[in-house]
């Protein structure tokens, strides 16, 4: 049984993670300040003697008696729509947040995971994108607050691992999906299968032919746990996510014909810097981790509209 913390814990892959680490019979402290986690999202855990649950904003540093083997640092708005009305919140989670959990790592010389994002590739213009890309990013634009949060959270990590010698390991996570999302979230696929339900308006923005790659839960979270309990992850950042590449009609198409809705698309306008074309390169979580996706779009698509 590890000891193991998760920052971030109330959130959409933060609980997934939590509920599968208890599962596998490891103790979890899970951290969390509800700005975009919530707390029906581990109320089925509460009552597991190995769980406990801390409200803190990772902002602010933290100190705990209890020891610490391993350390998931996931804490951080994710959404578009969240990060973008988050903005410095989200700057600081990333940077302050960071040093926070890589202090508090250094100090218990517990294991440490860094969530971070494809949003590091900002717009690519490789394609798939594989770990060396160092990516387009506008630093400026409204998605920077996210982006470049971030890459420092990169940069500060192997900072600790290069200084201090801290056994570290970054997660680029790919678009991932599934039960738990927040309705209101603002993404494509809790937007969709909302709008589809109710027989409103699919909103596509632009033409609907920029694409992404979306990762079933389930999935990310062993990719997650192989990431941060492989040996020969150590120093590495992995990109996780499902390399099966659909444009965003197609998304919009596919959750309608799901769910036999009588929806029409209407197409908005595309936000600034939307990225127009998302893809992991998923060589070396396969060769490092042993690790790829199994559930295909339909069938998660189907448990996430359940
Ligand atoms: N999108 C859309 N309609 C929506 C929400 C999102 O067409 O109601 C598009 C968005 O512009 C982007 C893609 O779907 O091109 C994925 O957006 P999401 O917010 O899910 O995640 P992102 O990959 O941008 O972080």
Request: proline share 6%; with cysteine.
């Amino acid at each position: 049984m590890a000891k193991i913390m998760v920052t971030g814990g109330a959130g959409f892959i933060g609980s997934h993670l939590c509920e599968k680490l208890l599962n596998d019979g490891h103790r979890v402290i899970c951290l969390d300040n509800l700005c975009t986690g919530t707390s029906e999202n581990i109320a089925h855990l509460s009552n597991n003697k190995n769980f406990t649950y801390l409200q803190h904003d990772i902002i602010k540093p933290l100190t705990t008696k209890e020891e610490i083997d391993y350390l998931f640092h996931l804490a951080s708005p994710a959404s578009p729509v969240d990060y973008q009305r988050l903005p410095v919140e989200t700057l600081l989670t990333g940077s302050s947040g960071t040093h926070n959990a890589l202090e508090l790592a250094k100090e218990k010389d517990a294991t440490f995971l860094l969530a971070s994002s494809s949003e590091v590739y900002g717009d690519p213009t490789i394609h798939p994108q594989p770990e060396s890309y160092w990516g387009n990013v506008n630093p400026i634009g409204p998605r920077s607050c996210y982006d470049e949060a971030k890459r420092f959270a990169e940069a500060l990590t192997m900072a600790y691992h290069r200084k201090h010698g801290l056994d570290v390991r970054i997660a680029r996570i790919f678009n991932t999906y599934g039960p738990r999302m927040r309705k209101e979230d603002g993404r494509a696929i809790p937007n969709f299968i909302t709008q589809a339900l109710a027989n409103e308006p699919i909103t596509v923005y632009g033409d609907g032919s920029q694409t992404r790659s979306f990762c079933y839960i389930s999935d990310m979270v062993d990719g997650i746990c192989r990431a941060m309990f492989s040996n020969g992850a150590e120093g590495e950042v992995i990109n996780l996510g499902n390399p099966d590449e659909v444009t965003i009609r197609e998304l919009a198409e596919k959750v309608k014909k799901l769910i036999n809705s009588d929806s029409e698309i209407a197409f908005k306008a595309l936000p600034q810097d939307d990225p127009k074309r998302r893809c992991p390169d998923i060589f070396k979580a396969k060769e490092i981790l042993n690790w790829e996706p199994k559930v295909d779009l339909d069938a998660g698509l189907n448990k996430t509209i359940k």
